[in-house]
């Protein structure tokens, strides 16, 4: 299994930013997605999540101002960040699971600041 994002970098407050992961080594389609952020010295949070029927899930954070999808085809989810505040700022991560493991991402930053 291989994930890798992209899309992160610098934004101004209320900007936006999408961010990609590029999945690999599994069965795309029938896997739930999900994104996570990290702040240095804080503990992880669960963003957003996507299941293999489409469903989805927001943290109340990020809830009506991120859009996360998938494309199935592509073995690509998609987490698109509108209106980014300041305390977007943080590393964020791609992540799927199997019954045995949790796979991650090696991470992409994203910088809300003027």
């Known amino acids: 299994v291989q994930l890798v994002e992209s899309g992160g970098g610098l934004v101004q407050p209320g900007g936006s930013l999408r961010l990609s992961c590029a999945a690999s080594?599994?069965?795309?389609?029938?896997?739930?997605m999900g994104w996570a952020r990290q702040v240095p010295g804080k503990g992880l949070e669960w963003v957003s999540g996507?299941?293999?029927?489409?469903?989805?899930y927001y943290a109340d954070s990020v809830k009506g101002r991120f859009t996360i999808s998938r494309d199935n085809a592509k073995n690509t989810v998609y987490l698109q960040m509108n209106s980014l505040k300041p305390e977007d700022t943080a590393v964020y991560y791609c992540?799927?699971?199997?019954?045995?493991?949790?796979?991650w991402g090696q991470g992409t930053q994203v910088t809300v600041s003027s």
């Open positions: 992540a799927t699971s199997d019954p045995l493991y949790d796979y």
């Open positions: 080594g599994f069965t795309f389609s029938s896997y739930a």
């Open positions: 996507i299941y293999s029927d489409g469903s989805t």
